[in-house]
């Protein structure tokens, strides 16, 4: 009986041991903290012309996000576009600040980008549109272009040249960048000179925009053309392409969640809490931060497709 009952007592023993043990693996982290997986978190960011590898205010853009993670973070300045998205891609960065056309590029090369936010004007304006001007009726609608002549901007310009084509192109509208009615400028100011001088019917220009399509014409080319002695009433729009967004924030798309959830946080506030860093971080467009999803990127994909196919 004694030998019986000192079993069971190492039964109950190794029952409650197995329980413990089991307890503790379910209590435990299924897996490393995400900061652990990472180690360093990286930051793509393009040198400014003539910059170097030095970026202004670096010391205190890498604290301000190495506080909003709770991590160590690693600027790395890349020469161009091209080696960011390489970076990006090949899992060297987790985090790069791209132009529009850059982030779409990324977005074809490897489908594993995603934007976290965007800046804003301090208008209001979160991106530009293209627009078709005429002066004086000269240009009666868009199905008369091709019994025109149509100013535009050099070849990489992208409001006055790259947009409209794709847009355009993307509406089913036969046009290509030798079309015999496209007058081609030295630059986009030599293009209004065109139109205000009578040497074309029309011309595509640009304006801001906001998020709901409102334009912002205190400034782009209508603006441009009324300062340069043209009477508004004289002018006329007739045809805006969509939206094409100011360039992004962009993340991997295997990010953490949480470490997503901090950076936007963090981008957002970031003009209202700490305007001395957003002023480091963003030079061109004072109104701070917004969210931004793929599809506001329609129109950088279609310009990117374009440009590619032209080059196959």
């Not at 973070?73 to 891609?89: G, H, N, P, S, T």
């Not at 060297?92 to 132009?99: F, G, H």
């Not at 969640?257 to 480091?280: G, H, I, W």
Request: charged share 20%; aromatic share 6%; glycine share 8%.
């Amino acid at each position: 009986m004694a030998r019986r009952g000192k079993t069971a007592a190492r039964k109950v023993v190794n029952i409650c041991a197995a329980a413990l043990a089991a307890f503790g693996a379910a209590s435990s982290p299924a897996r490393a903290d995400w900061r652990d997986d990472i180690g360093t978190f990286r930051i793509g960011i393009v040198a400014e012309p003539g910059g170097g590898n030095t970026i202004p205010g670096l010391s205190r853009l890498t604290d301000a996000y190495a506080d909003a993670l709770g991590m160590k973070v690693e600027f790395v300045v890349a020469r161009d576009y091209a080696a960011l998205i390489e970076a990006q891609a090949s899992g060297r960065v987790q985090y790069a600040v791209y132009s529009a056309l850059a982030y779409a590029t990324a977005l074809e090369r490897c489908g594993c980008v995603e934007p976290l936010v965007a800046p804003v004007d301090a208008d209001g304006a979160v991106g530009i549109r293209s627009v078709l001007v005429t002066r004086d009726g000269r240009l009666p609608d868009l199905a008369a272009m091709a019994s025109h002549r149509i100013a535009i901007a050099p070849a990489d310009n992208v409001g006055g040249a790259l947009l409209p084509l794709a847009a355009l192109s993307a509406e089913g509208v036969k046009i290509a960048q030798d079309s015999p009615f496209l007058a081609r400028a030295a630059s986009a100011t030599a293009a209004e000179t065109m139109l205000s001088g009578g040497e074309a019917d029309g011309l595509f220009g640009w304006e801001p925009a906001d998020a709901d399509g409102q334009p912002a014409r205190s400034r782009g080319t209508v603006a441009r053309l009324e300062a340069a002695g043209i009477p508004e009433a004289s002018l006329r729009l007739l045809w805006t392409s969509g939206l094409l967004r100011y360039g992004p924030h962009a993340v991997r798309s295997d990010l953490d969640p949480e470490a997503k959830r901090r950076l936007m946080v963090f981008l957002t506030n970031l003009r209202s809490q700490t305007p001395d860093v957003y002023d480091l971080l963003e030079r061109a467009h004072s109104g701070g931060f917004a969210p931004a999803a793929r599809k506001d990127y329609a129109m950088a994909l279609a310009i990117v497709r374009r440009e590619t196919a032209a080059k196959e």
